[in-house]
């Protein structure tokens, strides 16, 4: 058919683009015409996200609040989540955040016009709980991934563009976009992901989700500061006499250490359930491979290295993560 013709012109063009920056930018001239094609069906939505894709001049000469529109009301009208995936992906390029994308899809996404979008998420009684189709459904997260997991569809619909809007909030986060931050703050609180990413119930790459988010929305942001890196090079004066480890103070050079305190007090409870985990996959056994348990895993020495970063850790619990994953090693 004509349409199957046009799927095949735009997988030509992505082929010809990949890797290839004088094609890319030969092709970018005529983005008018790919973005009006948007939403027929014929692959128009792949070409642009796959040719803006880790090409950081043409995300931000190109990519504007009429394309990011488009996507969202393409979201609104088919609830297809691959649009979550495409903003996603305009979202970042080559790892680092797109502040302009980032602050252009915050302020068409989390318009009340659009609420309808989103998938909402509550701690209603101390259960998670999910509302979609603007509130008029709604189920506890356990419920819906019970049901997923049974191959009930409507339930494993909601969990995969769930799933993928947990992707977009994280990315829309990252490198400390406050925008999204301030918004996302408000639902996805401490305690709230501390429920999802323990909760054994939902499926690893769900958590894995969910442990993304906590990165990128509450810990990699002010007031929480990296730990000045050890100079290697000092005056023989500034070297202090030698102590026991048990008594050696991770944060005790030029740090408030009082506020640390109170920033580390706010993830005790993330604290204690990372250091759990990982000292406990010395029992698991990884020669039957688990990819999603692997994703979940990642995920939570992403948020230890963070929370060693910031210097959450003591010396003791440092000590005793990096010799455990050494083993594992």
């Given at each position: 058919?004509?349409?199957?013709?046009?799927r095949f012109c735009y997988h030509l063009l992505r082929?010809?683009?990949?890797?290839?920056?004088?094609?890319?930018?030969?092709?970018?001239?005529?983005?008018?015409?790919?973005?009006?094609q948007i939403g027929a069906d014929i692959s128009a939505?792949?070409?642009?996200?796959?040719?803006?894709?880790?090409?950081?001049?043409?995300?931000?000469?190109?990519?504007?609040?009429?394309?990011?529109?488009?996507?969202?009301?393409?979201?609104?009208?088919?609830?297809?989540?691959?649009?979550?995936?495409?903003?996603?992906?305009?979202?970042?390029?080559?790892?680092?955040?797109?502040?302009?994308?980032?602050?252009?899809?915050?302020?068409?996404?989390?318009?009340?016009?659009?609420?309808?979008?989103?998938?909402?998420?509550?701690?209603?009684?101390?259960?998670?709980?999910?509302?979609?189709?603007?509130?008029?459904?709604?189920?506890?997260?356990?419920?819906?991934?019970?049901?997923?997991?049974?191959?009930?569809?409507?339930?494993?619909?909601?969990?995969?563009?769930?799933?993928?809007?947990?992707?977009?909030?994280?990315?829309?986060?990252?490198?400390?976009?406050?925008?999204?931050?301030?918004?996302?703050?408000?639902?996805?609180?401490?305690?709230?992901?501390?429920?999802?990413?323990?909760?054994e119930n939902l499926p690893y790459p769900l958590r894995?989700?969910?442990?993304?988010?906590?990165?990128?929305?509450?810990?990699?942001?002010?007031?929480?500061?990296?730990?000045?890196?050890?100079?290697?090079?000092?005056?023989?004066?500034?070297?202090?006499?030698?102590?026991?480890?048990?008594?050696?103070?991770?944060?005790?050079?030029?740090?408030?250490?009082?506020?640390?305190?109170?920033?580390?007090?706010?993830?005790?409870?993330?604290?204690?359930?990372?250091?759990?985990?990982?000292?406990?996959?010395?029992?698991?056994?990884?020669?039957?491979?688990?990819?999603?348990?692997?994703?979940?895993?990642?995920?939570?020495?992403?948020?230890?290295?963070?929370?060693?970063?910031?210097?959450?850790?003591?010396?003791?619990?440092?000590?005793?993560?990096?010799?455990?994953?050494?083993?594992?090693?």
């Amino acid at each position: 058919s004509f349409r199957n013709l046009l799927r095949f012109c735009y997988h030509l063009l992505r082929i010809s683009c990949k890797d290839y920056r004088k094609n890319q930018e030969f092709v970018a001239d005529y983005f008018c015409l790919i973005q009006n094609q948007i939403g027929a069906d014929i692959s128009a939505e792949e070409t642009i996200t796959d040719l803006v894709h880790n090409n950081r001049n043409l995300l931000e000469k190109h990519i504007t609040e009429k394309e990011v529109s488009t996507f969202i009301s393409l979201i609104n009208q088919k609830r297809d989540c691959r649009f979550l995936d495409y903003l996603s992906d305009l979202c970042v390029c080559n790892e680092a955040a797109i502040s302009s994308t980032q602050e252009l899809i915050c302020k068409i996404l989390f318009q009340p016009s659009n609420i309808n979008v989103l998938v909402q998420t509550k701690l209603i009684d101390n259960v998670v709980v999910i509302l979609w189709n603007n509130n008029g459904c709604s189920k506890s997260i356990d419920q819906v991934a019970y049901g997923a997991s049974t191959g009930l569809d409507t339930d494993k619909a909601v969990l995969n563009y769930y799933q993928r809007q947990l992707k977009l909030f994280s990315v829309l986060a990252l490198d400390r976009q406050y925008l999204a931050i301030d918004i996302l703050n408000q639902e996805m609180s401490i305690n709230l992901l501390m429920r999802c990413i323990c909760n054994e119930n939902l499926p690893y790459p769900l958590r894995a989700c969910f442990c993304r988010v906590m990165i990128t929305v509450q810990m990699d942001r002010d007031p929480h500061e990296l730990v000045p890196s050890i100079r290697l090079s000092r005056l023989w004066t500034q070297i202090p006499t030698f102590q026991e480890s048990q008594n050696y103070k991770l944060c005790s050079f030029d740090i408030n250490d009082e506020d640390r305190k109170n920033h580390r007090f706010k993830f005790i409870d993330l604290i204690n359930y990372t250091k759990t985990f990982i000292l406990g996959l010395k029992s698991i056994n990884f020669k039957k491979i688990n990819e999603d348990l692997n994703k979940f895993t990642f995920e939570i020495i992403n948020i230890s290295c963070y929370m060693v970063l910031f210097g959450f850790y003591d010396y003791q619990e440092l000590v005793l993560i990096t010799r455990t994953l050494l083993k594992l090693l």
